[in-house]
């Protein structure tokens, strides 16, 4: 059976509420003691029963962590930073995934009531008041990612349209005519939000609206969606995804079948996780700071689990940047001076023009 602080205080031979001071580092003790204590408890192997002893102090030093999902690159971007943030201030996560789902995800956080001292909320699926519903009143909470009407906590969030926005006319500015869209689920904030970007850079222009294909934000949703564009009549020139692990499956789609990208067909994704700079050709896509959002976020629930109320209102939106790498460019130069494009030369030289120091490039002004 375990050690309890009882043990403890006999083998010791001091008060129960000696070992507690002991172990806390709160209130007087004699060095002689204190290290008899601590000799006591490794011997004993005794190790505090947190929820005894949050009952004592009203706090778990534990912060509930509610996503969508924990699959891929961009959620563990998102968790490094909360979880970063949470170290430096000696706090702890209880992940969970609502898979999508409101009903899960309810579930989830009402496993955490009692467990945790305020929680993080990702729920991008536009049903998110029901999820925000089964959370005590009195529970400090920050959203992320999520729209205006899912309440006034305190909430963080990426600028997807001015993101989606600024890369379609990015690939409008190369000269492509005809660009392709691969949204993420359906009823997903995010994925709405760059499809209102992409519409927007394309304004009244129909010809240059390429077929929109719904996708998953999954690598197997890219990649059908790259099989069911290499089937479309006219085929796009250009397919933006809504974030990089489709833009790399439907990239694999298309080399599979012989194409070259970019000469054939361009490709960019969203959110630059950090595979993206590894694929061939490497990917140009929208830096979504996720890891930064993550830590902004946890910063905010910290602050407000000191002080109830702090950030109420407050909805901060984190710039994208456009990362400009290999998989969009030369297809300028390639219609306007097709020989050199073909001999390739042309290609490199305009790849090194259009490569921004740093791979970044600041997105236009709204
Ligand atoms: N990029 C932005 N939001 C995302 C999500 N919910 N899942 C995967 N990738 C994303």
Redesign the pocket.
């Known amino acids: 059976m375990a050690a309890t602080i009882k043990d403890v205080a006999l083998r010791a031979r001091v008060s129960i509420a000696s070992v507690s001071r002991a172990l806390n580092g709160t209130g007087a003790v004699t060095e002689k003691s204190r290290q008899r204590v601590l000799r006591a408890a490794t011997q004993l192997r005794y190790t505090p029963h947190q929820a005894a002893r949050s009952l004592i102090t009203r706090r778990t030093r534990t912060v509930g962590v509610l996503l969508?999902?924990i699959h891929?690159e961009?959620f563990s971007e998102l968790i490094r930073g909360i979880d970063k943030a949470a170290r430096e201030r000696g706090l702890h996560l209880l992940v969970s995934s609502s898979h999508g789902d409101s009903g899960e995800a309810a579930l989830a956080l009402s496993s955490m009531n009692g467990r945790v001292d305020g929680v993080l909320i990702m729920s991008?699926h536009v049903d998110a008041a029901l999820t925000l519903g089964s959370l005590p009143a009195t529970l400090p909470t920050v959203l992320m990612?999520m729209p205006a009407s899912a309440g006034d906590a305190p909430t963080f969030l990426t600028d997807h349209y001015g993101g989606a926005l600024a890369m379609v006319e990015h690939l409008k500015a190369l000269g492509y005519k005809r660009i392709a869209h691969i949204t993420?689920p359906e009823g997903?904030w995010?994925s709405d939000e760059r499809l209102r970007g992409y519409h927007a850079a394309l304004g009244r222009d129909a010809a240059g609206h390429g077929p929109v294909l719904k996708g998953l934000?999954t690598e197997e949703s890219g990649y059908l969606a790259g099989r069911a564009l290499l089937a479309a009549t006219p085929r796009p020139d250009a397919v933006f995804a809504a974030?990089d692990?489709m833009a790399i499956g439907c990239l694999y789609a298309f080399t599979e079948a012989g194409l070259r990208v970019p000469q054939d067909i361009a490709i960019c994704g969203?959110?630059d996780i950090p595979i993206a700079r590894y694929v061939t050709p490497a990917l140009t896509t929208v830096r979504a700071q996720t890891t930064e959002l993550g830590r902004q976020a946890l910063d905010a629930l910290a602050a407000a689990i000191l002080e109830a109320g702090t950030g109420r209102g407050q909805r901060q939106v984190l710039g994208t940047q456009l990362v400009i790498r290999d998989s969009c460019g030369g297809a300028l130069l390639a219609r306007r001076e097709p020989a050199s494009f073909a001999r390739g030369a042309g290609q490199a030289g305009f790849l090194r023009k259009t490569r921004v120091d740093g791979e970044m490039e600041d997105r236009p002004k709204q």
């Open positions: 969508p999902d891929g961009y991008p990612n993420g997903n995010d934000f974030n692990m969203f959110d």
